[in-house]
């Protein structure tokens, strides 16, 4: 804009979808942690576009049998203080890792062990094969292999990090860190890239600008603005309905960056009534329907899908295995009949609705119509996603403080495998996910998945896992849908990958 | 005088206290976990546990007030749960965005709305009255940020004169600063310049029927000085009242406002700081406003005393 | 009467004519029939007449400021120097106001801004209509409130209108109105609440002003006796109209209305009345020692405080009637208060029928209460102005358990016994005259049927036949009643009338104490003997249309006759 | 008021001219054509609040989300909203809600700080106490409260008017406060304690009419920024949820739309703006009407 700040040609103002409050990317799942660890971080691996892991800080070896893995660091890593990243460092960050991540955590109980041979070599011995070590170490969501200096990969894993040296592309400005309103990083001119081009989260994380300031808005309607005006470079998330503003503008690249984006999906509370009766968790399933979620949340046809996959569609597991329940709903005369079977008593269905998350508002909203024409009761409670998030940890009954049924969103990498998607646990009141499944055979099913070498037999066996989840309705997929990015046109080469990255991105004067 | 201003301030000392176990008790009543919000989505039960045993979150009640007023009386007012920042370091970030539009604000307001009462109640009951009043009624029930996005639209998007968002210091020149400032204050300033406009009609319509503004007349003194010095000044303890409730309100934050302007103000980090159970920074907030509304209600006592001799104490 | 000298005397200050004043709303009911009075170049008009009938109206209408919307003119000219003032757009009346005319209000508490201090605002006057530098205002300021005969300048300066004595506010208001030293002077009562010496300074001012200038003065006033010292001429008003007037002379000598002379023949004597017959030895009021000291630090500053009061002994029997004269400022009201226990006395005690009330607590005093009545001396600010005069008026009676109905009645007999109209009682107080109001007052402290009352200035507002009238029903009250009084006044005509005994007060302290003929007859005190000299109108024998023989010899300084 | 003429001259001896009408008339000439005016647009208001269920065209959470953000047409005068709501409907049930929350957050905030600000403006002892209480209570933001209140007791229309006239009553009390810091040293106060009123009745009688004019404006705002608060309570989970329409979560359901579809503020806005805009007029012809001065000069 004419008056607009003066904007340092050579700084990217980005709005990302989240404020960053949260600066230890092993003690929160949280996305933008996740990305700030990209900047300011290397990992361990890089995954490419091909969803295949790539040497990134290190290269491997893999012993015949499978059960030592020796990495081996490149040269030229220094930490932001000018110290060299040595094998020990490593050590000590997937130590802090493990016990953090859930593949991680799956890896360590077969891990035998891990250490640091010399200053650039750690040996990773396990105990029985496991087949997903290269994969969990690459993979850019969950907990990334983010490596720290060893003194503050110590930390013990509850407690947050607040040393924030790193060997990354960037350098955190701590001294302009202001929570909830900006984070300053700016280049590390030390780094020293790989000489591969850019794939995703591998190969070479070339740094063409002096800084990239990350701008908390809390309004999405001025972030839109901002990023009109030019005010802003690039807009992580536009909201749907307010597209038509930012495409006619010249200036400004509307796209989906991402290639895979996010699975919405309903939970339902296995240990209240009424959800503890699987027919009445299937009428739950047939009466809800993807398509008008899906209209109310993303409104666009452009930016979502209907997807009966657990996987996420579009990804190597994804199939259609049983899920015409969901697919052909909404099937409220079906729904009806099942209810009058399982002898639904109208006990009311206490849906929570958290109202602070615009991803999470629309769901319930429709969710409790569709519930209702089926013939149930439903009892909608608005609440903050804090509220949320603590009372869906409660087991309790309903009239306790407990819950029926909530939804939430996962980007499509969390939960494009068995082993990674956390909800196909049945562990229970003890190991699972909120909603506590107790199904001891979908925990047989997904270990035969990590047990099994042969990439098709993977694929069948995600397929029955699929099917089962949807017999016993484990969870509800609603739908997918991708957030488009506002980009000014003055950035070129972006990196497109699930996570928004800030290397290789040029800005023109 | 000073043995007033010392009394009152020491009067508050317990009434902070009362406050402080307060919001600490109303706190830990709400459900919200902060472990939750630092682990995010994807966290077992046990990893929750272990966060929360870090943040001192399982000690019984007893234990966690003790240790944060202990800390409180070292002048120390922890950290943030969340970021791990100092809770001082946070308000002081946020404190000249606030402090900003606040004095901005009431700058603006006083200068239009104050004439404005004068002027409806001078002219009680013509169309210059009604048109005044109604202007100032849609002040304040039009939502701030309807008011905050017409403002954006015509003086950023269209006309262009002043950025969209941000805040500048004043530390950083005088334009930067103000070209940013603008909008926030006069989108705020329109509630209040509605609320003392009219608070200012009312007040003056109960004066300016009485006998010493028939002698001001009598001096042949003009009708501004009748209006304002006479009349204004008799009317001036509601009015005073009013804005300083409103600006003690500013200063606590006023979210709407911040987040439509991103200014990064103390509305926004309280309203963050609820929402994400950050109990140091929420106890912190809350300590700081009250003390913050001691002082500000005792400069309008103050004043109400220089306004009015009569009053006393 | 008047209408056939119009157009013959050009060059009149102040000409009205035929002005009718009317109210607003939709039935206008007229208040000035047709008044018509001319006041020519250094002139002094008194205006005289009934309380109530139109006097403040006629001057605020000559000042254009009638309250707006409740009246307004709706025929007649008013030319203040030839310049008609009901037709001059108002920042021309701006104009006129100060410089050429000027006005006293009657009732000075509610005319000073209770939010400004006296000095600045006499200094807003001066640097409104003069070019005076800061210093040249101050120094004229302080004059000018020493000529009114202000005590302790520099005290008045700083104070606000609450803390000073009535007297003193009208001094303040007086002096407000001759800092510019106006053409035309509209002076309306403006010594009601000035001891005599001091009315004496302040008229011989305003003659020494008239003499220096040749400022028109039209005065308003109730005292006959201020009449006869400084009127050329008089005009007599009634009912909204000018009944008679003509030279001073012939009104006092030869009044041709039965009006004016019942008017004249109503003017109490200045000689004392024998006391009556005790009826009882029944001390119902007492104080020792009282005083009273105001704290005059604020907020802000820290002062000594006036002392306003000190030992002041006093008794007061069972139906007797104790005066109490003195000096404007002298602690009068203040002593009042304390015996009402409105403000708390800072030292010494007070009996009420043996009963020690100095430190009792509010509640305590509750029921005290009943028994003593106060009139104040400003009734207009002790009317709350958003209760109907009825309501006013029962509120006391139905504290103590009156049925309602049963305290409207006794309401609207009293009403009428004061001499208003029992409709009066659903009106509001700013819709009277300030005699009206003080009427109302009187009302109010007598529906109460107090053993005591004291009465602040209770009939200072009052024209002389009202006047007679509320007396004798004071005295009959007491009569029946046995009510004890505690009369406060400056108008030694009315004290030597109704008091058994006097009390002169002085700075605060009682000069000389004793039965009234004593004290009126042959004071003792030099004091006592200055006030009695200064007593206006003393050469005149007004029920007797006829002049007294001096008996300090020759005509009191300032009578025009 | 009685609406009376005054007799003419009052003298003692006189027999005045008596014209008062013994009832006060309603005279509809002199009815001011703006308060009746705005007695009709709030009774309207009312009325379509009331009988909302049988005038709205639509259940008002009944959605249709493929018909979502329709414009204006003859099925749905003001469009629809995000979920393909009916915003007609919602904005007549809407009003039932909203003017709850403010009618009732203004009447509370009065009731409650009408007696505590006299109080406390006429007793210092009691004011030193008070107003530091009134201190701290100011301190604690809206939304904590709500959100604390909504946990504990559930999120309902008077958990919302709770959570926000708690913090308007120390405003309301400061305000009646300092009117009667001033109004205390009235000498017709001195008076009315000179006649035994009790203290009670002076507090009703003579310092509460004081407070009156500043009360209407501070009650009418209250009233405004209560159903505008409950907007934004209702953004933050703490307000009344999306099933229960009102005038504060319409708008704050449109707010993202605000450049697309104007409507879904505007309609609300409107009524909003009407409803506050004739409950002012009213207050001020009340005012008006107390003042005696003034009580002669209203023109017909
Ligand atoms: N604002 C008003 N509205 C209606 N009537 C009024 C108003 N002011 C005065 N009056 C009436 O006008 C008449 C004349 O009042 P005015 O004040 O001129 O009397 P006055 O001659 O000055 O009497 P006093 O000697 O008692 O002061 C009185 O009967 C009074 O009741
Ligand atoms: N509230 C107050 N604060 C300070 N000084 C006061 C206050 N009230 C009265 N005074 C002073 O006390 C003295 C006595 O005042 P008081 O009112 O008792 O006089 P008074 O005898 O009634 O006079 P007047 O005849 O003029 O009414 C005066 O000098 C006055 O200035
Ligand atoms: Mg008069
Ligand atoms: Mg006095
Ligand atoms: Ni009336």
Redesign the interface.
């Known amino acids: 804009?004419?008056?607009?700040?003066p904007v340092d040609a050579q700084e990217i103002r980005a709005v990302m979808h989240s404020?960053i409050?949260?600066?230890d990317p092993v003690?929160?799942?949280?996305h933008i942690?996740r990305n700030h660890g990209y900047m300011i971080y290397d990992t361990l691996l890089g995954m490419d576009e091909n969803l295949k892991p790539q040497p990134q800080m290190a290269s491997w070896e893999v012993s015949d049998d499978g059960l030592t893995y020796t990495f081996t660091l490149r040269d030229g890593l220094k930490w932001h203080d000018g110290a060299p990243v040595t094998a020990k460092d490593v050590v000590a960050s997937l130590k802090r890792w493990g016990q953090?991540d859930?593949g991680a955590q799956m890896m360590f109980k077969s891990v035998d062990s891990l250490e640091a041979t010399d200053d650039k070599t750690a040996v990773l011995k396990l105990k029985e094969p496991f087949n997903y070590v290269l994969e969990l170490m690459a993979k850019p969501s969950?907990l990334p292999t983010f490596i720290m200096p060893e003194r503050v990969a110590n930390t013990?894993?509850?407690?947050?990090i607040?040393d924030y040296t790193g060997s990354g592309p960037f350098k955190f400005v701590e001294a302009e860190?202001?929570?909830?309103?900006?984070a300053v990083y700016e280049k590390n001119e030390d780094y020293v890239p790989r000489d591969e081009p850019p794939s995703w989260t591998s190969g070479g994380k070339v740094v063409n600008v002096d800084k990239v300031t990350w701008?908390t808005?809390?309004?999405?309607?001025?972030a839109v603005?901002?990023v009109?005006?030019g005010?802003i470079d690039y807009l992580e998330q536009v909201?749907f309905?307010?597209l038509?503003?930012l495409q006619s503008n010249p200036e400004l690249t509307v796209e989906v960056v991402s290639p895979l984006g996010y699975q919405t999906m309903g939970r339902l509370n296995w240990l209240n009534p009424p959800f503890d009766n699987v027919k009445i968790r299937q009428a739950a399933m047939l009466a809800l329907g993807q398509?008008?979620?899906l209209?109310?949340l993303v409104?666009n046809p452009e930016y979502m899908d209907e997807c009966g996959s657990m996987y996420g569609c579009g990804t190597p597991f994804a199939t259609d295995a049983g899920d015409e329940m969901i697919m052909d709903g909404p099937q409220p005369e079906k729904a009806k009949a099942l209810l009058d079977e399982a002898g639904y008593d109208g006990t009311p269905i206490l849906l929570m609705?958290?109202?602070?998350v615009?991803a999470l508002?629309?769901q319930p909203?429709?969710a409790?119509?569709q519930l209702r024409e089926a013939g149930f009761t439903v009892d909608?409670?608005?609440?903050?996603?804090?509220?949320l998030?603590?009372?869906r940890?409660s087991q309790a009954p309903v009239s306790e403080?407990g819950w029926n049924m909530f939804f939430?969103n996962?980007i499509i990498p969390?939960v494009w495998s068995p082993i990674n998607n956390?909800m196909l646990n049945g562990g229970g009141k003890e190991?699972a996910?909120f909603g506590w499944p107790d199904d001891p055979k979908l925990d047989e099913l997904r270990t035969e998945f990590a047990q099994a070498t042969d990439e098709a037999e993977q694929k069948r066996i995600a397929a029955e896992i699929q099917k089962h989840a949807y017999e016993v309705v484990n969870y509800i997929p609603v739908g997918e849908y991708k957030i488009p990015s506002a980009i000014s046109t003055k950035l070129t080469d972006m990196v497109k990958m699930p996570v928004p990255v800030f290397w290789n991105v040029k800005k023109a004067e | 005088m000073l043995a007033y201003i010392i009394r009152r301030i020491l009067a508050s000392i317990p009434v902070m206290i009362v406050v402080a176990l307060f919001v600490f008790l109303l706190l830990r009543l709400t459900p919200g976990d902060p472990a939750a919000i630092i682990a995010g989505d994807m966290a077992t039960p046990a990893q929750l546990e272990q966060i929360r045993q870090n943040l001192g979150l399982n000690e019984p009640l007893v234990t966690q007030f003790i240790t944060w007023s202990g800390q409180l009386l070292s002048g120390d007012f922890g950290r943030s749960l969340i970021s791990k920042t100092p809770v001082l370091t946070l308000i002081h970030q946020r404190l000249e965005p606030t402090l900003s539009l606040a004095i901005v604000t009431m700058l603006f307001t006083l200068l239009l709305s104050i004439p404005m009462g004068v002027v409806a109640a001078w002219r009680h009951g013509t169309l210059t009255d009604s048109a005044i009043m109604a202007i100032s009624v849609l002040g304040f029930s039009i939502p701030v940020f309807v008011t905050g996005y017409i403002l954006i639209q015509i003086f950023a998007i269209d006309m262009r004169v002043f950025p969209i968002q941000g805040f500048r210091s004043i530390f950083d020149g005088f334009w930067p600063f103000f070209e940013r400032i603008v909008l926030p204050a006069l989108t705020l300033a329109t509630i209040y310049i509605a609320l003392i406009a009219r608070m200012t009609r009312a007040a003056m319509l109960d004066v300016l029927g009485e006998d010493y503004i028939r002698t001001a007349r009598a001096k042949g003194l003009s009708e501004r000085i009748v209006l304002f010095r006479h009349a204004l000044r008799n009317a001036a303890v509601p009015i005073l009242t009013v804005v300083g409730t409103g600006f003690a309100l500013m200063i606590s934050g006023v979210v709407v406002t911040e987040s439509v302007f991103n200014l990064p103000g103390l509305g926004r980090l309280t309203v963050d700081a609820i929402l994400a159970r950050d109990y140091p920074v929420i106890q912190a907030l809350i300590l700081l406003t009250s003390g913050i509304y001691v002082v500000i209600n005792l400069l309008i006592d103050i004043s109400y005393a220089f306004m009015d001799p009569r009053i006393r104490y | 009467m008047t209408g056939q000298e119009t157009n013959d005397r050009k060059g009149d200050v102040l000409v009205v004519e035929n002005l009718v004043v009317e109210t607003g709303g939709r039935r206008p009911a007229p208040i000035l029939n047709g008044v018509s009075l001319r006041v020519a170049p250094g002139e002094t008009v008194c205006l005289v007449g009934e309380s109530g009938s139109g006097k403040s109206v006629t001057s605020l209408a000559t000042m254009g400021l009638l309250p707006k919307g409740a009246l307004a003119v709706s025929s007649g000219r008013i030319l203040v120097e030839g310049e008609d003032v009901v037709s001059a757009s108002p920042s021309r009346l701006r104009q006129l106001r100060a410089t050429r005319m000027s006005m006293i209000f009657q009732e000075p508490m509610t005319a000073l801004n209770p939010v400004l201090t006296i000095e600045r605002q006499l200094e807003e006057v001066l640097s409104a209509h003069s070019q005076m530098s800061g210093a040249e205002r101050r120094s004229r300021i302080r004059d000018i409130l020493s000529l009114v005969r202000l005590p302790d300048v520099e005290r008045m300066c700083r104070s606000y209108p609450h803390q000073l004595s009535g007297g003193q506010r009208q001094r303040v208001m007086i002096a407000m109105a001759l800092v510019l030293e106006p053409k035309l002077l509209i002076a309306d009562e403006p010594t009601t609440a000035l001891d005599v010496t001091t009315q004496k300074e302040i008229l011989k001012l305003v003659a020494d002003i008239q003499k220096r200038l040749g400022t028109s003065v039209l005065f308003i006033t109730h005292d006959m006796g201020v009449v006869a010292d400084i009127a050329d001429r008089v005009y007599v008003m009634r009912h909204g109209n000018i009944v008679e007037d003509g030279p001073i002379g012939d009104i006092l000598k030869d009044p041709k209305r039965d009006y004016t002379r019942n008017l004249l023949t109503a003017v109490p004597a200045l000689h004392p009345r024998e006391a009556r017959a005790r009826i009882s030895n029944e001390v119902v009021l007492s104080t020792t020692e009282l005083g009273m000291t105001y704290g005059a630090s604020s907020l802000f500053r820290k002062r000594a405080g006036t002392v306003a009061a000190k030992d002041v002994n006093l008794t007061l029997t069972r139906g007797r009637t104790l005066g109490v004269v003195g000096e404007s400022g002298s602690g009068k009201s203040t002593v009042a208060r304390c015996v009402m226990r409105l403000i708390d006395p800072t030292e010494g005690s007070i009996r009420l029928r043996n009963q020690e009330i100095a430190g009792l607590s509010r509640r305590a005093l509750r029921p005290a209460r009943k028994r003593i009545q106060m009139i104040f001396q400003d009734p207009n600010r002790s009317l709350n102005p958003r209760l109907t005069v009825g309501d006013s008026i029962t509120e006391g009676p139905i504290n103590y358990g009156a049925s309602p109905d049963a305290a409207r009645t006794r309401a609207k007999e009293l009403l009428e016994l004061v001499g208003l109209p029992a409709d009066a009682i659903d009106r509001h107080p700013h819709q009277f005259s300030g005699g009206q109001r003080q009427r109302i007052a009187i009302a109010r402290a007598l529906a109460m049927e107090p053993d005591v009352l004291v009465a602040d200035e209770a009939v200072s507002a009052l024209d002389v036949s009202v006047q007679a009238q509320v007396l004798d029903l004071l005295d009959d009250i007491q009569a029946r009643l046995g009510v004890a009084l505690l009369f406060i006044t400056h108008d030694l005509r009315v004290a030597a009338q109704i008091c058994d005994d006097v009390v002169v007060m002085q700075h605060g302290r009682i000069v000389e104490y004793g039965p009234t003929a004593e004290v009126l007859g042959h004071p003792r005190e030099a004091y006592t003997r200055e006030l009695i000299e200064a007593a206006p109108g003393r050469h005149w024998d007004f029920p007797n249309f006829r002049p007294l023989p001096t008996p300090s010899g020759g005509p009191v300084d300032g009578a025009t006759l | 008021m009685a609406d009376e003429t005054t007799t003419a001259a009052t003298g003692p001896g006189a027999k005045p001219v008596v014209r008062r009408n013994l009832l006060p008339r309603i005279d509809l000439a002199s009815l001011k054509f703006a308060p009746t005016l705005a007695a009709i647009i709030l009774g309207l208001i009312v009325l379509a609040a009331v009988f909302a269920p049988l005038i709205a065209p639509y259940d008002p959470i009944k959605m249709d989300p493929m018909a979502r953000l329709g414009a204006a047409s003859f099925a749905h005068p003001f469009g629809t909203d995000g979920y393909g709501r009916d915003v007609l409907s919602r904005t007549l049930y809407g009003a039932q809600t909203s003017l709850i929350v403010g009618l009732g957050a203004a009447f509370v905030a009065v009731l409650v700080g009408l007696p505590l600000g006299l109080l406390s403006g006429f007793f210092r002892v009691l004011d030193a106490v008070l107003m530091r209480v009134m201190d701290g209570l100011m301190a604690i933001p809206a939304i904590l409260l709500a959100i604390a209140i909504v946990a504990l007791v559930g999120s309902s229309l008077w958990t919302v008017l709770v959570a926000i006239t708690i913090p308007e009553i120390p405003r309301v009390v400061r305000l009646v406060r300092s009117v009667v810091l001033s109004a205390r040293e009235e000498p017709y106060v001195e008076a009315a304690i000179a006649v035994g009123s009790s203290l009670p009745k002076i507090m009703w009688r003579h310092l509460t009419p004081n407070t009156i004019a500043p009360l209407i404006v501070q009650a009418t705002y209250v009233c405004a920024s209560a159903i505008l608060t409950e907007a934004i309570l209702s953004f933050l989970g703490a307000g009344i949820g999306t099933e229960t329409p009102s005038w504060g979560n319409i708008m704050s359901e449109g707010r993202l739309y605000f450049q697309l579809k104007p409507g879904l503020i505007f309609w609300p806005g409107l009524f909003l703006s009407l409803c506050i805009l004739s409950i002012n007029i009213l207050g001020d012809t009340a005012r008006d009407v107390m003042d005696p001065k003034l009580g002669k000069k209203r023109k017909a």
């Open positions: 804009g004419l008056s607009a700040a404020g409050r949260v600066l003690i929160t799942t949280a942690t953090k859930g969950g013990p894993a509850g407690e947050t607040t860190y202001e929570p909830g309103v900006k701008v808005m809390p309004d999405v309607q001025t603005n901002a009109n005006g005010e909201p309905d307010l038509p503003i398509q008008p979620i209209a109310a409104g609705q958290p109202t602070d615009a508002t629309a909203v429709v409790a119509q909608m409670q608005p609440m903050d996603w804090q509220t998030v603590t009372r940890a403080g939430t996962w969390e956390p190991a996910w």
